[in-house]
């Protein structure tokens, strides 16, 4: 009878941890989205207002070399700040916590109280730029808020992962991946020129970002810190079992805290995990080759593109240019309807499946996409092909190589490599982005309508590589999936530290 009920208590959902959920998705994630797409629709009357601010100063247009230099730069600095937001999860989130709690002395302490900093400020700056007249302070602002979503894109998943129980844990982790894709969804909405995309709204476009920020600086401190961070990492006990308590409402916690410290013992050998050790040690190898495969994937198959070419096949299918803006808001809420429906089946189908069907369906959706625009000029069918293939991809791409990756790293590394495990997956996201954007255009021009095909071999072998490599870790503990990659790395299980800091062996090491 006491396991019936522990059975069933396991899979609720309690008001404590959806709340906790939502507010650090709300209030981080969303403004992930957000940013990424707010640059793209205000681009006219921003150019305009960088080229009038040139010239009030020195009484000269500025050249369209520079202009070009300047837009880029606003439009880089995001996922550049991205990736040195990224390189600071590791130390914050070890000496901050997650969050932490809800003492007016703790706002400052937690990692993503603290991140918030990294949005106010540039929200303010951002809203104040025209004002101001300055262009200087957009490019700023962008770099600022770029390390907000660098540290909320790696610190969130983390979080969740480590506040849900094991059957929630999968759909938890997909929360912050809608929150994203509900930001740009927003931004495409606000964008819209009879809203706020026009010469006297921009800045109040770009300054809404600080909102999300706000409201989670306020109500976020009154939700528990992660129980694996204070009792792994801080060995307080009595607080990890308060959390988990208002966390899962109920007051038996003593097998979860026994869980959490045999998590603890089976990597006390290992001590504090660096981003250098992590990469040294043999019992992580396949599992950091995973992490890197699969956020290198999710970038570089081909997303940012997608919606790079969208508004162009969207013109050449007959859609109006007045109403791109319209079909592309459409697409984000194809996007969002997605990530929902991953949200509810990642816990039925597991996380495998969604990885090879997303990837899959983006392979197809590209090598399609390539033969309707190598076509759409001498058939004239061909343009509606294109359209159904930007959609297919957004589906596809919604539904595993979006949300899973980050979820992935959350549990198939335990908690002392945990912070340097999302730094790396955190890099490889960020500067991917940073590629795709930088140098798609040249690909653009050099390839033409078969651009899609180098994104169609990268879905093709991160599938591969997913079929052979990736295990399911649907409704397992930490340890247990800790254990098969134990297998796979050849490496001790009882004592896997002997193994660490050694040259990679040949295969019959450590047998």
Not at 145 to 170: F, K, Q
Not at 486 to 509: C, G, I, R, Y
């Amino acid at each position: 009878m006491e396991q019936q009920d522990a059975v069933k208590r396991e899979g609720r959902l309690t008001p404590v941890l959806a709340l906790a959920t939502l507010i650090a998705a709300f209030g981080s994630s969303f403004q992930y989205g957000y940013n990424v797409a707010v640059i793209n629709s205000p681009a006219k009357p921003m150019k305009a207002f960088y080229n009038e601010t040139y010239y009030d100063r020195i009484s000269e247009y500025i050249s369209e070399f520079s202009l070009t230099l300047l837009w880029s730069l606003s439009v880089s600095m995001f996922p550049f700040g991205g990736f040195l937001g990224s390189l600071m999860v590791g130390p914050l989130v070890n000496k901050l916590g997650r969050f932490s709690g809800a003492t007016l002395y703790q706002l400052t302490k937690g990692t993503l109280l603290f991140n918030n900093v990294f949005s106010i400020v540039p929200a303010i700056l951002m809203g104040c730029s025209e004002v101001a007249r300055s262009f200087e302070m957009i490019i700023v602002a962008r770099l600022l808020v770029g390390i907000c979503a660098g540290l909320s894109s790696n610190v969130v998943p983390m979080y969740l992962g480590e506040l849900a129980p094991r059957n929630l844990r999968g759909a938890l982790g997909v929360v912050p991946q809608l929150f994203i894709t509900v930001g740009i969804l927003a931004a495409q909405i606000l964008g819209l020129r009879s809203l706020l995309a026009n010469e006297a709204g921009w800045p109040t476009l770009l300054g809404v970002t600080g909102v999300p920020a706000a409201l989670q600086l306020l109500l976020l401190p009154f939700f528990p810190e992660s129980p694996r961070y204070l009792l792994i990492q801080k060995k307080d006990e009595a607080a990890a079992k308060n959390a988990l308590r208002g966390l899962r409402g109920w007051d038996d916690v003593d097998a979860e805290t026994q869980e959490i410290w045999e998590e603890d013992k089976a990597e006390k050998a290992a001590g504090f995990i660096s981003v250098l050790k992590l990469l040294r040690m043999r019992s992580l190898r396949w599992q950091v080759i995973s992490i890197v495969v699969l956020m290198g994937g999710q970038q570089l198959s081909g997303v940012n593109a997608i919606y790079y070419y969208a508004d162009q096949i969207y013109l050449s299918a007959g859609v109006r240019a007045q109403d791109v803006q319209y079909v592309t808001a459409g697409t984000g809420a194809v996007n969002v309807l997605m990530t929902v429906c991953a949200v509810f089946v990642v816990e039925l189908l597991g996380r495998r499946v969604l990885l090879l069907l997303g990837f899959s369906i983006c392979f197809a959706a590209c090598c399609v996409l390539t033969a309707a625009l190598a076509l759409q000029d001498t058939i004239s069918w061909m343009p509606y092909v294109s359209i159904a293939c930007i959609i297919s991809y957004v589906i596809g791409h919604a539904l595993g190589p979006s949300p899973i990756p980050a979820l992935l790293i959350t549990e198939i590394v335990l908690q002392s490599s945990r912070p340097a495990a999302y730094m790396v997956g955190g890099s490889v996201h960020w500067l991917s982005n940073f590629t795709v954007g930088l140098i798609f255009p040249f690909i653009q021009v050099g390839l033409g309508a078969y651009s899609f095909i180098v994104f169609a071999v990268i879905c093709l072998l991160t599938t591969i590589y997913t079929f052979l490599v990736v295990p399911e870790t649907k409704s397992k503990t930490f340890i247990e999936i800790n254990q098969i990659f134990t297998k796979m790395n050849k490496v001790s299980e009882l004592h896997p530290e002997k193994e660490e800091l050694k040259d990679f062996p040949p295969s019959t090491a450590g047998q």
